[in-house]
């Protein structure tokens, strides 16, 4: 089974304008995600070229 889930920011302006505690928090997430793909359980992962509504990027895992 594979789950496909979508990245949408937590502000309108993100990433565009990050906070200190935002970079942080980003770097954390590609950190888990490097680590994911480690694991076989992340198949891919990136963000989206064009913002389609509120959608940055996109992810397909691997059940756990």
């Known amino acids: 089974m594979q789950w ?3 990245v949408v920011p937590a ?3 993100m990433p565009g304008a ?3 505690e935002g970079s942080a928090l980003a770097s954390a997430h590609v950190d888990y995600l490097c680590h994911l ?3 076989g359980v ?3 992962a990136g963000h989206t ?3 389609v509504g ?3 990027g996109l ?3 691997r059940r756990c």
């Open 54 to 56: 509120t959608i940055r």
């Open 49 to 51: 070229q064009e913002h």
């Open 18 to 20: 990050p906070t200190p």
């Open 4 to 6: 496909l889930y979508r």
């Open 37 to 39: 793909k480690e694991k």
């Open 42 to 44: 992340l198949i891919l």
């Open 11 to 13: 502000r309108p302006d």
């Open 59 to 61: 992810a397909v895992n």
